[in-house]
Each structure stands twice: as structure tokens, then as C-alpha cells.
């Protein structure tokens, strides 16, 4: 069935690119409503910016949606995993700037809250997006595809030349839990050259060593060192994750990312809607609800975050 978050829930933070204070509220809603996001800032005109794959405005460094208004909202990543990892198929997030806040720079206190207030069941069925035909998307970087398979299943690799990060592969079959235990804790992660690149032009301004592992060479700056030895790749596949939820219902498929990010994730769900026979909605019965990741999710699968 599909579900909600049983009460209210608040986060006060900064903008990771803007550095501005920010609050956002996530509130349950009924069945069949999606996520949308309301910017409680806008006075006047149309405030409501769907959740969705197709309001999406690509950009490299964060996922970033956008209303037929212009009105936005950024970073949304981190909070769309979470949702996505618990299983919450409805929620309307109430947000008084254009930047999700950035926390601890994981999705770990979206889903500590989201745990915390606890799931509420509808009485509607979900129903999820099965890839019949894979699909591929490729750019000078890197690639991602989608391709036939029973659970959720992500792999993903990813290649640095700082040492410190390197080469990464992991694969796992994500249902029951698994987002929550193996990839919720991962932090946002960049190179020290490129947070001087972002400065100069007004981002990560918000960033911090506490809320994203910054790398020199084979040095990890942040102190406390990583959460996991392949932190990084981790972290993207927490991206991966919040990126895909944008498809609007989980996905019984396997996702492969390669040097991907959030743009090729996008451009691969707009390959995937507007290619033929390469997707069904099919209603969840018990075997399948069991192959998605937010089933069975208990607070006990929470990480000890450092
Ligand atoms: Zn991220």
C-alpha cells in the first residue's frame, strides 16, 4: 500500500550552494498526490513545483526543479532519497527559500526524522515503474542504464584522480531496508580545487568540511575522516537514488551508473518514458513490495551517524 509520514516534521539549516538559512516542513498527504514542493515565500502566482522527473532543470552540481512559473527548488536530492528509502510514496514539503537544507550533507536526518515520526499505510495500492527494455544514455563523462530486473538493484562506479577517492564500485540490491542501512550516511564529497572553482562563482557556500567530505590529493580534509572507506560512491548512489524517485513510483530495475550524475540520471528517466514498450506500471502485490526499498524499514536500520 501506499504510505505517508504519520506527523509533521522540521528542518532548520543552510542552503549548501546559497548559505542561506532555510526551513523546511514535510507534511503527510493523501494517496495518489506524488511529493510536490511548495515555496511558502512566493506571494503571489503559482508556488507549487511538482516533484517530477519532467520539472526538472539540469544542472551538474544538484538536482533542480522548476514550476511553469520559474519558481524553483534546488538541491532536492538528499530529502527525494530519503523519501524514496522509507517508502513514502505522498508528502507535500513546505520550503521558505530555493535550497533544500543542506544538514550533515547526507540524507541520514531526513530519514533519523522521517523514522522517528513514523509511516502511516494508505488504502491505495502503489504502483511501480518495471523497466521491460533497457535503456542507455551516454555523454563524453560517463553513462547510466536502466535495464530489466525483479528488485531495485543499483551498481555504480565511479573514477577520481585523487587518490583519497580513487577507483569505487558497489553494487546492491536495494529493498528492505538496505538505503537506510548501507547508503543513507553517506555525505555530499568534492575536491578541494573545485570548492575554490564553486567559490568563485557563488556556490557551496554553505559547504563545510562538516557537511561534505572534501579531498586533496590522497588527503580527506574533513576531520573525523570518512563514515565508510567507499563513502563516496556510496553517496552517489544515495544520489542516484533521489534522483530516480523523480521517475514519480519506485522502479523494479536495475541501475547502472558510470561516472554518472544527477544530469545523466534525468536525461536516462527521459529516455526511459519516451522509449516504447521500455516500461509497465504494474500494481505492487507482496512479492514485489518486498523487492523496493522502503518496505519493512524499521529505526533500528539507522546507521550510528558519526
Ligand atoms: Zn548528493
Known amino acids: 500500500m501506499q504510505a505517508t509520514i504519520k506527523n509533521t516534521v522540521r528542518f532548520d539549516g543552510v542552503g549548501l550552494h546559497s548559505g542561506r538559512p532555510v526551513r523546511m516542513v514535510i507534511s503527510p498527504a493523501s494517496a495518489g498526490y506524488g511529493i510536490w514542493f511548495k515555496r511558502t515565500d512566493i506571494r503571489f ?13 539540469r544542472s551538474p552540481l544538484c538536482t533542480r526543479i522548476r514550476n511553469a512559473a520559474g519558481v524553483e527548488v534546488s538541491t532536492i536530492e538528499h530529502v527525494m ?3 524514496a528509502g522509507c517508502g513514502i510514496h505522498n508528502a507535500l514539503i513546505e520550503i521558505d527559500g530555493p535550497e533544500v537544507p543542506i544538514l550533515d550533507g547526507s540524507a541520514a536526518p531526513f530519514v533519523d526524522a522521517i523514522l522517528g515520526r513514523g509511516i502511516r499505510r494508505l488504502d491505495t495500492p502503489v504502483m511501480a515503474i518495471k523497466v521491460d ?11 547510466a542504464r536502466l535495464s530489466p530486473a525483479d528488485t531495485f538493484t543499483m551498481s555504480f562506479h565511479i573514477d577520481f584522480t585523487d587518490a583519497a577517492i580513487g577507483s569505487q564500485d558497489k553494487r546492491l540490491v536495494l529493498s528492505n531496508g538496505t538505503f537506510v542501512r548501507e547508503l543513507c550516511d553517506s555525505r555530499t564529497f568534492c ?5 575554490d572553482a564553486m567559490r568563485a562563482n557563488g556556490l557551496a557556500l554553505g559547504g563545510t568540511l562538516e557537511n561534505a567530505v572534501v579531498v586533496d590529493g590522497d588527503k580527506v580534509l574533513s576531520p573525523g575522516g570518512l ?4 563513502e ?4 552517489k548512489m544515495l544520489d542516484a537514488l533521489g534522483d530516480l ?9 536495475h541501475y547502472t551508473g558510470h561516472r554518472a550524475g544527477h544530469s545523466m540520471t534525468n536525461m536516462l528517466l527521459h529516455a526511459l518514458f519516451n522509449t516504447p514498450g521500455a516500461l509497465r506500471l504494474v500494481e505492487v502485490d507482496g512479492a514485489d513490495a518486498a523487492r523496493l526499498p522502503g518496505v519493512g524499514v524499521v529505526p533500528q536500520d539507522m546507521p550510528a551517524v558519526a
Open 45 to 57: 502566482g503559482d508556488a507549487m513545483v511538482p516533484a517530477r522527473w519532467d520539472a526538472v532543470d
Open 81 to 83: 532519497a530519503a523519501l
Open 133 to 143: 527494455k533497457t535503456v542507455t544514455v551516454e555523454t563524453d563523462s560517463g553513462w
Open 191 to 195: 575536491r578541494q580545487a573545485d570548492v
Open 245 to 253: 524517485a523523480l521517475a514519480g513510483a519506485p522502479i523494479l530495475g
Open 232 to 235: 563516496p560512491v556510496r553517496h
Open 227 to 230: 563514515r565508510h572507506s567507499d
